[in-house]
């Protein structure tokens, strides 16, 4: 099984960036799909982007496109989601999360692996 760790949340301003970092360890890591949700108080989990960890497909969520981008480090076990222009609705607990779909799945159901999670806060 795939173990999963969050980490780079922080406090930052609106406008500010922030990336992300999800460090992947355990066997045959290339047949995942490594993906990031994010859940604000009383809210659903929210997808985000995903990627295969071979790096031949990615998606990202509309709302986020143009803003947010994923990206791996394979070198590291590592998967980003690099946040730029950050608004104080995207405050929220971020996750990763791995599923064994082949074709990349949004919903949080479909991701049997999931990290503990790193808090995001954006001031105004």
């Known amino acids: 099984q795939v173990q999963l760790v969050e980490s780079g949340g922080g406090l930052v301003q609106a406008g500010d960036s922030l990336r992300l970092s999800c460090t992947a360890s355990?066997?045959?890591?290339?047949?995942?799909?490594l993906g990031w949700f994010r859940q604000a108080p009383g809210k659903e989990r929210e997808f985000m982007a995903a990627?295969?960890?071979?790096?031949?497909?990615?998606r990202l969520a509309d709302s986020v496109k143009g803003r947010f981008t994923i990206f791996r480090d394979n070198a590291q076990n590592t998967v980003y989601l690099q946040m730029n222009s950050l608004k104080p609705e995207d405050a929220a607990v971020y996750y990763c999360?791995?599923?064994?779909?082949?074709?990349?799945?949004?919903?949080?159901?479909?991701?049997?692996?999931w990290g503990q999670g790193t808090q995001v806060t954006v001031s105004s």
């Open positions: 355990g066997r045959s890591l290339s047949t995942y799909v």
């Open positions: 999360a791995a599923s064994l779909r082949t074709v990349i799945p949004t919903t949080a159901g479909a991701y049997g692996r």
């Open positions: 990627m295969t960890w071979s790096g031949t497909r990615t």
